[in-house]
């Protein structure tokens, strides 16, 4: 996180219920300028210091890397949070430091030249978020894949015209199944919206002739695939699908679910 004042200071924290709060850590500016931040919120100062020189020294080399430019060159951020060691340098061969840091408190080359200082005010949160497009496409596909065995049972689903994307699946490759479609481009979820339980998941199936088996899956009705589930038509009823109403935790095969909500004559 950032700190919003002139000198805008990065430290490592964490947002709990949308609040921020330090986590024990060294701020390396140099061998004779380093920083402890702890937050008094956390519990005594004085105890977490102790324990965090305790961890610190006991470190064996294992961290989460952050890198974000703005800590800036030759300098380390350093903690301990929830049994985890976290590192941030603005270049990874600034990791280097942190044996410099351990070593220096081994040593107990450590000398106090500052009185304490509590500071409060407004911070920014500067998260990273890495998304594993290969794997979630995979994951996507075996959603599909489970649905419709759980629709039309194991027997179809380990059929050879299924068997690609089971490979696929199973051990990756190439991605030749699964399609993010834009929200421009969703016309029959859009049509099916004022029906679907609100930020509920779906998975649509459809076997056409001279096209294949294809499901259409929306996750929380934000993010919707395309699947190629086969080359090969199987014969399926329609319409076909699952739908999952996750805030309430209840699961539905497509005609059920219209069943629940069509009037009946």
């Known amino acids: 996180m950032k700190a919003t004042n002139a000198a805008g200071d990065l430290t490592l ?57 703005e800590i800036g060159a030759g300098r380390l951020l350093f903690g301990f949070h929830d049994s985890k060691y976290y590192a941030a340098v603005s270049d990874p061969g600034d990791v280097t430091l942190v044996g410099q840091l351990v070593d220096l408190l081994n040593r107990g080359k450590f000398e106090q030249r500052n009185k304490a200082r509590y500071s409060k005010g407004q911070v920014e949160s500067r998260q990273r978020v890495e998304i594993d497009l290969c794997g979630m496409h995979r994951v996507c596909g075996k959603i599909a894949v489970n649905a419709f065995c759980h629709l039309f049972g194991i027997a179809v ?6 068997a690609e994307i089971r490979k696929w699946i199973h051990a990756g490759g190439e991605n030749s199944f699964v399609t993010l479609i834009d929200q421009d481009d ?73 069943r629940t909500i069509l009037p009946v004559s």
Do not use: M
């Not at 390396?28 to 324990?51: C, N, Y």
């Not at 689903?157 to 299924?162: A, K």
């Open 13 to 69: 924290g964490f947002l709990r219920l949308g609040e921020p709060f330090q986590i024990p850590q060294f701020r390396w500016r140099s061998s004779d300028d380093i920083d402890v931040i702890i937050d008094p919120r956390s519990g005594e100062t004085q105890s977490q210091l102790k324990q965090l020189v305790g961890k610190i020294r006991a470190y064996s080399a294992k961290h989460t890397l952050l890198v974000d430019p």
């Open 157 to 162: 689903t380990r059929s050879p015209d299924l």
């Open 186 to 258: 969703q016309d029959l979820l859009a049509a099916l919206a004022p029906i679907l339980p609100e930020h509920g998941h779906i998975v649509l199936f459809a076997s056409i002739e001279g096209v294949g088996l294809r499901a259409l899956l929306s996750l929380y009705r934000s993010f919707t695939f395309a699947i190629h589930l086969s080359n090969a038509a199987v014969p399926i009823p329609a319409p076909a699908g699952f739908i999952c109403d996750w805030r309430t935790g209840t699961e539905w095969a497509l005609d059920e679910y219209l």
